[in-house]
């Protein structure tokens, strides 16, 4: 609250001279709980939806699609946007695969209290089958949709990265080892300056949400999410890594599988070419819920905040205030 706000977290990643910023807004302001009582205390009651998630409901959503068409009559193809000149989009299709950076080891976070995944559940993210020569968890699929998403009708073949090394890990995605890192957690020094490379990155929609002490063991006691992570320097890229995430959110919202993805909506925004990239994301690798299904349910059974918000239910959750 505003009275307590001095008991709030410092943080280094503005430098010592920001270090209280957060307690200072807190204590100007207060939290957000007092802001909308503040002013819209008696006039419009607080619905669930924007409370607080606690943990035992989910925060699987889609944002809104919006129009995704393009009036054809008003604007020729020479006009559609398009993959940015030299920007990562352009460099994975020309290249003919996605390198995706992977995290094998449970050291997901420099806070061990956020590694939350040991060896025995540590399949359900990320496995290689040296018989089989198949890779599969629940990062590897989705890697799998960002290839799927710049396909344009030929085929974009995925090379998984072993980045478990913390010291190397961001390092290897700012100088473009890789193109995207699955399984990189949501915290602020992450997204404004993590501290091996100096630089802040940008994560997609969370797309699985642990909790403390192993494999979902205490419902409520949560910890940075996990996402897709990317460079910033390459909006494009980034907006592409959340909206793939979106894109199987919303299916498994509309009932549609990977057996009906070509109910997907048509996106036009980066031309004809890649119009079905939503439909080629499911088909690949189906809609959340069947993707949760065949990699992580047998490892950490589906509940809490990994559930799909089918009721309007409490979808606030903060990310972590860690360095």
């Known amino acids: 609250t505003r009275h307590t706000a001095h008991a709030f977290h410092k943080t280094q990643v503005f430098g010592p001279k920001y270090e209280n910023m957060v307690i200072n807004a807190l204590e100007t ?35 809104p699609l919006g129009t995704l068409s393009i009036d054809e ?21 020309s290249r003919g695969y996605l390198r995706c950076g992977m995290i094998f080891n449970g050291n997901d976070d420099a806070n061990p209290d956020n590694a ?26 989705l890697c799998r949709g960002m290839a799927a998403s710049v396909s344009g009708g030929k085929y974009i073949d995925t090379v998984f990265v072993d980045l478990s090394d913390q010291r190397t890990r961001y ?27 100096g630089q802040g990155f940008s994560f997609s929609t969370p797309y699985f949400y ?3 002490n192993t494999a979902l063991s205490t419902v409520g006691a ?7 992570v990317t460079r910033q320097d390459d909006t494009q890229w980034s907006d592409l890594a959340k909206w793939v995430i979106q894109a199987v959110f919303y299916a498994e919202e509309k009932g549609i599988s990977q057996s009906t993805a070509s109910r997907m909506p048509v996106v036009e925004l980066f031309g004809i070419q890649y119009r079905q990239m939503f439909r080629d994301v499911v088909f690949a690798v189906g809609n959340f819920g069947e993707i949760y299904e065949r990699n992580v349910e047998q490892y950490i059974p589906r509940r809490g905040r990994n559930l799909l918000n089918s009721e309007d239910t409490p979808q606030f959750f903060p990310i972590a205030f860690q360095e």
């Open 29 to 63: 302001v207060g939290h957000y709980g007092e802001l909308y009582e503040r002013h819209f205390g008696g006039i419009l009651p607080r619905s669930r939806y924007n409370s607080m998630n606690t943990g035992e409901t989910g925060l699987v959503v889609s944002d």
């Open 116 to 141: 939350a995944i040991d060896d025995q559940h540590r399949p359900a993210f990320v496995s290689f089958n040296e018989t089989t020569q198949v890779w599969s968890g629940l990062d590897v699929d």
């Open 222 to 228: 949560s910890v940075s999410p996990r996402a897709l």
């Open 73 to 93: 009559e008003s604007l020729s193809f020479k006009e559609l946007p398009g993959p940015v000149p030299n920007g990562t989009m352009e460099e994975v299709i």
């Open 171 to 197: 390092i290897s995605l700012a100088n473009k080892t890789v193109d995207v890192l699955a399984g990189g957690r949501v915290r602020l020094g992450g997204d404004v300056r993590e501290p091996t490379t």
């Open 210 to 212: 642990h909790e403390k």
